[in-house]
């Protein structure tokens, strides 16, 4: 089991830092998909904050300070569902399974972490 969470985390963080860093190089399919479900672009640089502090906080997880690992699973739960909800608002259905994916990751980084 701990492999499963090691393994599911990392790739989560790796995923995560790697969509961080988009946000902040405003990478075209970044800003194409903001503008499509209505997240203004001002939003961006705090929105890869966000995404940098949640993998940072798994990697300090993985690192030994568990809480510090289900906080930050738990908003990066939050805030992928956030973005599904953005999709699903503006009914952008093309790239959901995008924030799904993330999402999921997410949501398996936590399970993992509290059946630790």
Known sequence: MFAAYVAVTVVTILATAG???AD???????????AEVGVPQAW?????????????GLLL???GIRLVGVAAAVGLVL???G???AHVRA???HNIAFPGGYFALAA???VLVLGR
Not at 24 to 34: D, I, K, P, Q, T
């Open 19 to 21: 969509i961080a860093v």
């Open 61 to 63: 997880g993985l690192l």
């Open 83 to 85: 973005a599904l909800f």
């Open 79 to 81: 805030f992928f569902a």
């Open 91 to 93: 009914r952008v259905f």
């Open 44 to 56: 961006l640089p705090m929105l890869a904050v966000l995404k940098g502090a949640g993998a940072a």
């Open 108 to 110: 398996a980084s936590l």
């Open 24 to 34: 902040v190089a405003r990478a075209g399919f970044v800003l194409a998909n903001s």
